[in-house]
């Protein structure tokens, strides 16, 4: 081998590692140091004063802090189990043959492709006291109507997210479900297996490397949320559904405070690697799991 | 599949079916059909399907880019059409860039063994995860204050001579800034999901092409790339996603001349008196890329999405 042929995968790789480090490993980095800075966004990073740990230890003991980060977890935990049940559930259900199947996919993708901000938007009008959808049908039918966007703030918000994702983990389930070794299903069946027992003994524990990457995937993805918050309900009112992505804004640009900002952005990249470690440790071993569960019913049919 | 015989389905089936597409379509529906009602319309809401529809949202909307004078406005505020031509430069072009790099990195990942090839790989996994809320502060101070050129050196003289403006060129405003991050942060995921598809490219149809003389460059240009087309429309359609609908970055980044869509969208959102028919206008006018991605090409989102999310 050559020395050319030695360096060709360097020069495949150099523009992705020339762009990735500049716009986000230094940045990254930039931001670590920032953490640690009592800085302004009027001030260059070299004009801020060095405070050490200072704005980790504020944040720590800040009760606004501990609120924002529990909203988010609230939010991103409560909605992904609501999407994971509704969507392994429809995708149960939904397995057969259809002749529609095709179409019925397309219109479920729909939600995740439309911007968050037009998002935010349709469910802000559809919330809306007294002209939204919900409040005039609950009206129509006599019905009290329901302070969506006040006291239910983040129940609003969390079926928003829910309307936007349920269809992700349905067509990923799906997916999974198609791709299941039939001989094991068709043995089942034989042997009288019920429809819920053919579920919980194969279909569930031979999906399940699938469904913990796609629910870990949708759970990082949900800490990202921010948009369609910021337009429904601008993080209120109070604190109510006001989520660490939107503190972190909010910080940076109202209260003016970019080292705290930075810290917490910190804060919630050590949570979201926590998160991805877990999935990785997780499928890990499902996959080593269902590779038995697979052979073990192979061997049966 | 083939083989499984057609179930039986009972009518209760075919009225959830209806129901579910009916509750994941009927907001867009819902927004579609009042961007064509006057704001009396909305808000007396006496019914929702009899009324006369009007385009003049529309026309409020699109009023800086319409040849004609509207009648019912005297003035135009909302720069909708420029920020429309904005959005479209940035995402189709950070599309691009990241695509075209984004596989020649993927392929070097699937096909090369090198040095630091597993820190890189892993490094690109990890990076996945860092959500735009996080890169707000690095990317506003690096992009307002280190990534500039000073106005005393030469290229900053020239530039300010030939195009005027003050103190130093930065990135923060130009589209090239919000391309850089866009790109940087859409690239993690392009790599991701085209080594799974790299990866089933046969490896002989390269090697009778190496055979036949044709270097690394080309065998990769002229073999691979054709046959991962799948996997280049898949990740083509949610990079644009991305760079098309992101909000927090653009609003850090760009500045009037710059802005784009969804930064107008928020604004006019948070103004006390909302003009709903005008925004849902606006929010239509946002949503048609991905309303056409969707009709004509689930198949290969759904194909980008499963490859992206099941190859653990």
Known sequence: MNSANRLTPYLFMAPAIVIMGIALIYPLGYMMYGSLLDWNPSQSIEEAEFVGLKNYITLWGDPNFHESLAVTLIFAFVGVSIELVLGVGLALLLDRNLRGMTLLRTMFILPMMIAPVVVGLMWRYMFHPTVGTFNRTLEALGLPTVDWLGQNALLSVIIADVWQWTPFIFILSLAALQSLPRSALEAARIDGATAWQQIIHIKLPLMMPVLIVTGLLRLIDAFKVLEVILVLTEGGPGLSTEILALRISRTATEFRELGVAAAMSNYLLILLMLLTAAMFTLSRIQEIRANRVRAAAEEDS | ?312
């Open chain 2, 1 to 312: 599949m083939a083989t499984a015989p057609v179930q039986r389905t009972n009518p209760a089936f075919y009225a959830l079916l209806i129901a579910l597409v009916f509750m994941s379509v009927g907001p867009v529906a819902l927004m579609f059909i009042n961007s064509f009602k006057l704001d009396v319309d909305i808000i007396s809401g006496t019914s929702g399907l009899i009324f006369m529809p009007t385009i003049q949202n529309y026309e409020t909307a699109l009023c800086d880019i319409l040849p004609y004078e509207l009648d019912h406005l005297d003035f135009c505020s909302l720069k909708f059409g420029e920020a429309f031509i904005n959005s479209l430069i940035i995402a189709l072009i950070s599309t691009a860039l990241t695509l075209i790099i984004g596989c020649m990195a993927a392929y070097a990942l699937v096909r090369f063994k090198f040095m630091g090839r597993d820190t890189a790989s892993f490094t690109t996994l990890m990076v996945r995860m860092v959500p735009p809320a996080v890169l707000l502060v690095p990317v506003f101070g690096l992009w307002n204050n280190e990534f500039c050129i000073g106005r005393s050196t030469m290229f900053g003289e020239f530039w300010r001579d030939t195009f005027g403006g003050r103190g130093d060129l930065c990135l923060a405003g130009t589209y090239g800034g919000i391309i850089l991050v866009y790109v940087a942060m859409n690239l993690p995921f392009v790599i991701w999901i085209l080594q799974s598809f790299i990866v089933q490219v046969p490896r002989s149809l390269e090697e009778a092409a190496r055979v036949d003389g044709a270097g690394p460059f080309r065998v990769f240009f002229l073999v691979v790339l054709p046959l991962i087309k799948p996997g280049l429309a898949a990740a083509a359609i949610f990079t644009f996603r991305i760079a098309w609908n992101e909000y927090l970055l653009a609003s850090a980044l760009s500045d009037r001349d710059t802005r784009t869509v969804p930064i107008l969208i928020v604004n006019n959102m948070s103004e006390f008196n909302v003009e709903w028919g005008v925004i849902m206008a606006t929010g239509m006018l946002l949503a048609i890329p991905p309303i056409l991605f969707t009709l004509f090409a689930s198949r290969q989102i759904i194909t980008g999405m499963t490859a992206g999310a099941v190859k653990g």
